[in-house]
């Protein structure tokens, strides 16, 4: 490995940014004169803002099997009753309600929920579940509440249109913060402004800046310990106001045009709400365990040899680490699914190697094709008439990085058949993971206006044909739809990782994100946090940003901080663009190559932990890091800590030069990981916090599981079992399966309740599995913290056994696993 390379101060991408740069000039000249004919012919002024017409008085109502459709002289709101906790709202100006079409959903026909449809002299009341949904007859605006008057929802002004602009105007209570709508650079709670909707790649971002790159018109409002949720599911150019000046009591979504349908989920609580939304647009699927491993990427390393170099100081420096990614200096000069003849002239040889090492592989492919009928990708699409064209037939074109491109049509299912197939020789090159960027899809131009389609571009849109204003937000999704289905053909035995940068709801059927490009900054390491909650009340839980930041020059200090702050985080990968130093762990010397790998090497230690969040957020739905305002609403502006699933609270350094940080501890009993010491809930403390510390705290009456250290994932048998466990009443889970393949949805796998039960006398640790799967442990080491004084005996399932005291906790091992430990006091 070069001096060259070992810096990252290669004229090879100096010299590739140039050329992009300076691109021939007719290539940006086509572009422009070919938008300038077509906007001429097909481009049309916004319409003018008339006057917004709603429902007025009922007339007349029919009830059937799945709800019940009001009927006005002005049009018509139809309420299906999807689930005991789910109320689906149609309106329609002309009376016409059809088939109803949405990417985001799992299933357009809901199955029969039983309801009670009744009148009153002012109102029709609907009751579903433990829910009342009040219509109004006199504008059909409507009120959600449960059966003893707590509100759910309110409408305000209701729905309401204007040509073809729909709008939707609720009430926001004054106690009320607002969360979710996907990717967001600004803090957790969303309430005081505007948000558009419309899927932006702003080539690198900072706070305050909107859109970015994932937009999702999912809503939750918290109101203490109770939520609401409100998915817009209309994917058309929009945006949403929660709260913002002027209407600090609304909350406003609008579109330039599409069908006016929403959803209501009542909750009562956030995870409820989670649970409902993620049951109508689909769930995550179970990733293999290596993705939670942590990953390294740069932009780009430039070849075979420098990736054999990373790979080499990660194992001698021990340093776990479980993937290298290659961004797309791999490829034929930017041609997707090919390799770099010199700086990649074995992709197999290579990968292969790196597997034996116990690395994957992830690679990445953009949308965009170079347009080269010498090309096999190119020619196979044209051949299939896969891409995107204008209204008169003539194919789009933009550049790229390979230079003019043309976009393929995601929402055609032969287009979506075809690009699956595309994905076999990389699989069969040994490719483990796919990592889909650039798919808002991003443009390059100088031109603001000319770095996104235009709007009247055509789509197939599963047949029904749609113009790019409809087919814009949903297109990252199609794309990595085509991606996974595709995978999935291929390697059906397999479980696959899929990434996105761009995406609307129900994505997280198919992909993971990461946060886009971010910025070597402290703010952006704050950021980074509230980013990955709202994305996870969005339902998008797996998801983190680029570790260090992609921008920029990160110093040792921050590297560190930010390795701690993401220790816990879903996604765990750090990424750099190209003119920046090297931010490998090792990149900043001592001590912080130290300090970077004792916390990874914690991570591989706790993924029992982190693997049974990711397994909740699949079963359930649930975020896999949570906000410390689901234990304590007063905590909502806590938004530089997060709680990874109920159990453990991780309060990272978010500000240079710190020694100490403040804690918010939500009530209860807490105790510090690395020394024990109990601290009570519902207060704020100042805790010790030098550069190799971070805040880690860890709720009474749970259990954390620890796996021994290991380099990668699959590395040694886990054989040995560590439960540290902390003195109090609760229940923590515990979900195990083989980490790979598709067995456990056959039944090989096994969850597990720890319950603490505690009293003045005795504390008591029971062990609750139920499931077909077998982990194998040979050995298993408990740790018991905060017991009142020290044990008179232990007994396991009857057994007394032998302890000793050691580093202020006590300490005993099994062969086997049990039923029931009890501790005499």
Known sequence: MTDERRTGASWGWVTQLLAIGLRPAWQSWVYRRTRQRQDARFGRPAAPAGSWQRLGALAAYERDTHGVTLRTGQGCLRLDVLAEDCLRVRVSPDGRLPE????????????????????????????????????????????????????????????????????????????????????????????????????????????????????????????????????????????????????????????????????????????????????????????????????????????????????????????????????????DGFRCFTWHPRRFPDPAGLISDLKAAGFRTVVMIDPGIKVDRSYRVCREGLALGAFVRYPDGQLFVAPVWPGNCYFPDFTAPAVRQWWGTLYRDLLEAGVAGVWNDMNEPAIFSSDARLKEAPDYLVHDYEGRGADQRTAHNVYGMQMVRATREGLERLQPERRHLVITRSGYAGVQRYASSWTADNHSTWDHLKLSISMCLNLGMSGLAFTGPDIGGFAGEADGELFTRWVQAGMLLPFFRGHTAKWTGRHEPWAFGQPYEDICRKYIALRYRLLPCLYTAFAECARYGWPIIRPLALLDPELVDCDDAYLLGETLLVAPVVEPGAQTRTVCLPPGVWYDYWSGAKFEGGSRYQVEAPLDRLPLFVRAGSVIPHWPEMQYTGERAVDELTLQVYAGDGRSPLYED?????????????????????????????????????????????????????????????????????????????????????VLL
Request: glycine letters at 8%; proline letters at 6%.
């Open 738 to 822: 083989a980490g790979e393949g598709k067995e456990y949805q056959a039944g090989a796998f096994r969850w597990s309740q720890f319950v603490c039960a505690a009293t003045p006398e005795r504390f008591d640790l029971h062990w609750e599995r139920e499931g077909a799967y077998r982990p194998g442990y040979r050995q298993i080491c408990l740790q018991l913290y905060g017991l009142a004084r020290l044990p008179q005996q232990i007994v396991l399932d009857s057994s007394p056994v032998a302890w000793q005291m050691q580093d202020g906790c006590v300490v005993f091992s099994t062969d086997r696993e049990f039923e029931t430990v009890s």
């Open 100 to 331: 109803l079409f949405s990417y985001a959903l799992v299933e357009d026909r809901p199955q029969a929920i039983d309801f009670d449809l009744s009148e009153t002299p002012d109102a029709l009341l609907l009751r579903f579940g433990r829910n009342v949904c009040r219509v109004a007859r006199a504008d059909l605006t409507l009120t959600v509440t449960d059966t003893d008057g707590r509100l759910s929802y309110a409408d305000a002004e209701g729905p309401a249109w204007s040509g073809e602009r729909v709008r939707l105007s609720a009430q926001l209570t004054p106690d009320e913060t607002g969360h979710g709508l996907g990717e967001r650079a600004f803090g957790f709670n969303l309430r005081g402004r505007s948000y558009a909707l419309w899927n932006t790649d702003p080539a690198g971002y900072q706070r305050g800046d909107d859109p970015i790159n994932l937009c999702i018109p999912f809503y939750v409002g918290l109101r203490g310990r109770s939520a609401y949720g409100l998915f817009w599911d209309n994917p058309v150019r929009g945006a949403v106001a929660v709260g913002a000046p002027g209407a600090e009591d609304r909350l406003v979504f609008e579109a330039e045009s599409g069908e006016l349908c929403y959803t209501l989920f009542t909750g009562p609580s956030a995870l409820d709400v989670l649970s409902a939304y993620t049951r109508l647009t689909g769930r995550m699927p179970l990733p293999p365990l290596w993705a939670l491993g942590y990953h390294q990427s740069r932009w780009s390393y430039m070849s075979a040899d420098e990736v054999r170099w990373v790979a080499q100081e990660f194992r001698q420096r021990k340093i776990p680490c479980d993937a290298i990614y290659l961004d797309i200096d791999y490829m």
